[in-house]
């Protein structure tokens, strides 16, 4: 099972009403060794607690937001997968690729070239 399914059941069964200790065995029960840990579970909870509503890792939303701006199509072609190579390391190339204005919480595409 996959993060981010182990997450979305973590979100689950928290608004189903369980408890921390209820959702650690639960998961223990059904997903045996491949479940996550007490700690793991404790900050998922947590994070969902303070309103978070996604499932996925930060790079990997923020990833499935820049595609969105590209018009709902993710073209990891040739030309983005050499840019990215050219930029670095990927939090480098999604710095250079999206402009995020601090305080006005718009994220827009960068225009022109990289």
């Known amino acids: 099972m996959a993060r981010n399914e182990k997450r979305a059941v973590i979100k689950y069964l928290n608004l189903k009403g369980l408890t921390l200790s209820e959702v650690s065995s639960d998961m223990k029960v059904v997903l045996g060794n491949d479940a996550p ?6 900050r998922w909870i947590a994070e969902f607690q303070r309103g978070r509503e996604l499932t996925e890792d930060a790079h990997t939303a923020l990833a499935a937001l ?19 190579k050219q930029a670095g390391p990927s939090h480098n190339f999604m710095r250079q690729s999206v402009s ?12 022109g070239p990289m």
């Open 66 to 84: 820049w595609c969105g701006l590209q018009q709902g199509v993710c073209s990891m072609g040739t030309t983005n997968v050499n840019a990215r």
């Open 37 to 42: 840990l007490y700690a793991t579970i404790h």
């Open 100 to 111: 995020i204005q601090h305080g006005s919480g718009q994220v827009s595409p960068r225009v």
